[in-house]
T-cell receptor, first 112, second 115 residues
Framework: GESVGLHLPTLSVQEGDNSIINCAYS??????FIWYKQESGKGPQFIID?????DKRQGQRVTVLLNKTVKHLSLQIAATQPGDSAVYFC???????????FGKGTTLSVSS | NAGVMQNPRHLVRRRGQEARLRCSPM?????VYWYRQLPEEGLKFMVY????????ESGMPKERFSAEFPKEGPSILRIQQVVRGDSAAYFC?????????????FGPGTRLLVL
């Protein structure tokens, strides 16, 4: 079956550190992956996406890495700030071709 | 350019009542998706609509739930005869393109509480 999961439910870091949030997916046919950030009481906010024909993609302070061999996805946040505190979800494009399949999320806590 | 709009933001209903959740997609977007999120969990897909058409409703319960996206006006997710298990956050997302790799942008959600 299809599933998207995250290795750790919580991650605590100090301000200024680099954060790495991991995600494992099970469907080798998935070809599109997205990271969303969700703050308390708000909807998911798009952070960055990556296609299956890429291994790495960089944005502003964020990098997504895709390892198709082991079906692993990670989000790296450089110089983590208190405003980065939120729940982070990875999502994959399901076999239906339209629905996103979400994992359960990792709660990132950044302390000053 | 306004983002995805949802209303109401909070909705309280008693068991047996009807709940209507509205979603206005981003300007220029004609594809709408509804997701449900239970506490401490990720989002679960419910239904995908284009204007006047339901494209994929594989994630929506067969009974009591319905969705529409009329030619004019917002998309509506309707829950009839609500039960306590319907309490959740309901999110709408929109995109400009269908196909393999469109980006879905989410609204702020409607938090439904069934008493």
């Amino acid at each position: 079956g299809e599933s998207v999961g995250l290795h750790l439910p919580t991650l605590s870091v100090q301000e200024g550190d680099n954060s790495i949030i991991n995600c494992a997916y099970s469907n080798s046919a998935s070809d599109y992956f997205i990271w969303y950030k969700q703050e308390s009481g708000k909807g998911p906010q798009f952070i960055i996406d990556i296609r299956s024909n890429m291994d790495k993609r960089q944005g502003q302070r964020v990098t997504v890495l895709l390892n198709k061999t082991v079906k692993h996805l990670s989000l790296q946040i450089a110089a983590t700030q208190p405003g980065d505190s939120a729940v982070y979800f990875c999502a994959e494009k399901g076999q239906a071709g339209t629905a996103l399949i979400f994992g359960k999320g990792t709660t990132l806590s950044v302390s000053s | 350019n306004a983002g995805v709009m949802q209303n109401p933001r909070h909705l309280v209903r008693r068991r047996g009542q009807e709940a209507r959740l509205r979603c206005s997609p981003m300007k220029g977007h004609s594809h709408v998706y509804w997701y449900r999120q239970l506490p401490e969990e990720g989002l679960k897909f419910m239904v995908y609509l284009q204007k006047e058409n339901i494209i994929d409703e594989s994630g929506m319960p067969k009974e009591r739930f319905s969705a529409e996206f009329p030619k004019e006006g917002p998309s509506i997710l309707r829950i009839q005869q609500v039960v306590r298990g319907d309490s959740a956050a309901y999110f709408c997302a929109s995109s400009s393109l269908a196909g393999e790799q469109e980006t879905q942008y989410f609204g702020p959600g409607t938090r439904l509480l069934v008493l």
